[in-house]
């Protein structure tokens, strides 16, 4: 059974500092997914990783899988409050089902 | 591109009645459909996997007789809640796959939130 443990599970963060959220997963898999997600909100696609090595950037986001490691990380660059959400990562299981992780929650403060 | 639509966004009920949630791919063919239901500061929880034309299949747990789901076309999945109590209500989320995704990508709804009086 895919098991995917994300961590922290609580992050606050000061503007202006570097962070980084991990999610590991327990079965091999090619790929893995991160999203965003507002009180209140469904799901926001934030990046889509295919491949070992897989590096992804978006702003103050970057995301990288190592499947080898089972093990992918959400790195935050110089948090803003614009980011407070939840953050879950999501690996691609058998028959295509997704296994989320429990989610990470972000509060970023000044 | 990849839009997925649900209605209605949000629902209150009384306790007994049913729900039915829909879900649409706008601008694509869905060939799988994932239903997901959230409890407040949970994590997603896959109930169900619908494909066009045949029964979808139910994660252990989920009792197919209260969640009913219809996988009636390419386009269109319902959920219908069945005899719905107060601990039905959660934040229900539906996924999409196009048949042309090549990366398994699903693309989410934007959530119908169920209460139940």
């Known amino acids: 059974e895919l098991k995917v443990e994300q961590n922290p599970l609580f992050l606050s963060m000061q503007e202006g500092k570097n962070y980084t959220i991990y999610c590991n997963y327990s079965?091999?898999?090619?790929?893995l997914y991160w999203y965003r997600q507002d009180p209140g909100k469904s799901l926001e696609s934030l990046f889509v990783?295919?491949?070992?090595?897989a590096v992804k950037q978006e702003g103050r986001l970057m995301a990288s899988l190592d499947t080898k490691a089972r093990l992918s990380t959400l790195h935050i660059t110089a948090a803003v409050h614009d980011l407070s959400a939840t953050y879950f990562c999501a690996v691609d299981g058998s028959w295509g089902k997704f296994q989320f992780g429990a989610g990470t929650q972000v509060v970023v403060t000044p | 591109g990849a839009v997925v639509s649900q209605h209605p966004s949000w629902v209150i009920c009384k306790s007994g009645t049913s729900v039915k949630i829909e879900c649409r791919s706008l601008?694509?063919?869905?060939?799988?459909m994932f239903w997901y239901r959230q409890f407040p500061k949970q994590s997603l929880m896959l109930m169900a996997t619908s494909n066009e034309g045949s029964k979808a299949t139910y994660e252990q747990g989920v009792e197919k007789d209260k969640f009913l789901i219809n996988h009636a076309s390419l386009t269109l999945s319902t959920l219908t809640v069945t005899s719905a109590h107060p601990e039905d209500s959660s934040f229900y989320i539906c996924?999409?796959?196009?048949?042309?995704?090549?990366?398994?990508?699903?693309?989410f709804g934007p959530g119908t939130r169920l209460t139940v009086l």
């Open positions: 996924s999409a796959k196009s048949r042309e995704e090549v990366y398994n990508e699903q693309f």
């Open positions: 601008d694509f063919q869905a060939t799988t």
């Open positions: 079965t091999t898999s090619d790929r």
């Open positions: 990783l295919l491949s070992n090595g």
